[in-house]
């Protein structure tokens, strides 16, 4: 009798349905990765304030439109920006190219805040450019403040130690 059931067209299309529908739900991604990145919808003030704020910072306006029009999220890029402190040594130009080829901007402006902040003399345009190679730059940055703090090593020589050390595949898989 079980086989004569599903020999009935009304039973292959329930059973089509059914099997389309449960393998539609295992392949939806869980509501934590979804939850990861902080997804929220992007409005056109997003948009508008991001120009402004890079104009503000002494971009240019073509460069600062460019910048917020390629952003998956443009506040996130002008809040990289004006997080950044650097005065007059570094361009705006650099801190808005590495806030703009990262993933997580905000974690860029992060591991820069937290690396100058524990050593003041440090080189700038260094600490930059680490922190934007980093692929876990809040990680990164806890690397070279501990290994600075914790040995006679200057910045530039933990900046490179860890950078060697933090982004190996293994321990980004973690």
Known sequence: MPHSALRSPLARVSALVLTTAGLLVLALPTSSALASYRYRRVRTSDYDE?????????????????????AFHPR???????????????????????????????????CFNQIVGDDETANLSSVLSHCRRSLLPNEFAN????????????????????????????RVVQ
């Open 143 to 170: 690397c070279v403040v501990g290994i600075k703090n914790g040995s006679t090593l200057t910045t530039d020589r933990a900046l490179a130690t860890c950078i060697d050390a933090v982004d190996t595949p293994g």
């Open 50 to 70: 991001c120009t402004a704020d890079l104009i503000g910072r002494g971009a240019a306006e073509a460069v600062a439109a460019t910048a917020c029009a390629s």
């Open 76 to 110: 996130e890029v002008s809040r990289c920006v004006a997080g950044i402190g650097g005065g007059e040594t570094l361009v705006v130009s650099d801190v808005l190219e590495a806030c703009r080829s990262v993933r997580r901007p905000e974690d860029l402006a992060q």
